[in-house]
């Protein structure tokens, strides 16, 4: 079973609506969560990354960290055909050595219809 | 506007040749990492570095893979000998103390025939 698990999807909802993204982990290490946005032929980019749980908002974004659930999610309200793109969990351990080491999900890949 | 770049974009190679990756990570970055994305897997870390220093490269195939930080403004990545199973899309990333926040660049696709 891997530490990081995501639905692969592929997910399309029509533009204009709620889009909810989620992962589960295993490892109670975990510390910072993020997600990434991947566009096609393109490497990742941080959309958001939160602490502790709860719900951390930016924009049309919303982050929800779940620590007792090992559970996060991202909302993406009034979606457009511009958040069409993989979107990936990733998920922070320190190392033994110093430093942190993230571990990702396989993604979530997301088309939003016209 | 501060990127990473990575040379090449894309290599084809026969199997059993080296190759060598590289990653010019955001001036002022003291960590870069080095992944490797396949659609099965997805990402995975090969190599982190701090102020060019190995942290961890506990999830790179030592027999044929190695990493190196000659200078802040270079990192490296190489296989040899390459083999399919290998073809894959390499990912560098830079980022500063905060870890969690990492900069990646556009990647090199490689195939290996």
């Known amino acids: 079973q891997k530490e990081v698990e995501q639905d692969p999807g592929p997910l399309s909802v029509p533009e204009g609506a709620i889009v909810s993204l989620n992962c589960t982990y295993s490892?109670?290490?975990?510390?910072?969560f993020m997600w990434y946005r991947q566009y096609s032929r393109k490497g990742p980019e941080l959309l958001m990354y939160?602490?502790?749980?709860g719900n951390k908002e930016d924009g049309r974004f919303t982050a929800q960290v779940d620590k007792s659930s090992k559970y996060i999610s991202l909302f993406i309200r009034d979606s457009q055909p511009s958040d069409s793109a993989t979107y990936l969990c990733?998920?922070?351990?320190?190392?033994?050595?110093?430093?942190?080491?993230?571990?990702f999900g396989t993604g979530t890949q997301l088309k939003v219809e016209l | 506007d501060a990127r990473v770049t990575q040379t090449p974009r894309h290599k084809v190679t026969e199997m059993g040749q080296e190759v060598t990756m590289r990653c010019q990570p955001i001036l002022g970055h003291n960590t870069v990492f080095w992944y490797r994305q396949t659609m099965m897997q997805g990402l995975e870390l090969l190599a982190y570095f701090r102020n060019r220093a190995p942290l961890d490269d506990s999830g790179m195939p030592k027999d044929r893979f190695s990493a190196e930080m000659p200078d802040a403004t270079l990192a490296t990545l190489k296989i040899q000998p390459s083999e399919p199973r290998d073809s894959a899309v390499y990912f560098c990333?830079?980022?500063?103390?905060?870890?969690?926040?990492?900069?990646f660049g556009p990647g090199t696709r490689l195939t290996v025939t």
């Open positions: 939160t602490y502790s749980s």
């Open positions: 490892n109670s290490a975990f510390q910072y």
């Open positions: 990733a998920m922070s351990a320190p190392l033994t050595g110093g430093g942190n080491k993230l571990t």
């Open positions: 990333a830079s980022g500063s103390w905060k870890d969690h926040e990492q900069y």
